[in-house]
């Protein structure tokens, strides 16, 4: 989160998409753990 925090400091993106991309990143990650979760089960 931290490397991706500063690359979108460097790139310019403003504050608001920062915190969307930051949330659509945690989704994504959620979501394919209890993908890969319920696979295995």
Known sequence: M???NN???LMGVGI???QT???LVLL???AF???SK???A
């Open 7 to 9: 690359g979108m400091s």
């Open 21 to 23: 991309i930051k949330g």
């Open 28 to 30: 994504l990650a959620v």
């Open 38 to 40: 319920s696979k295995n």
């Open 2 to 4: 931290g490397v991706m």
């Open 33 to 35: 753990d209890v993908y």
């Open 16 to 18: 608001d998409w920062q």
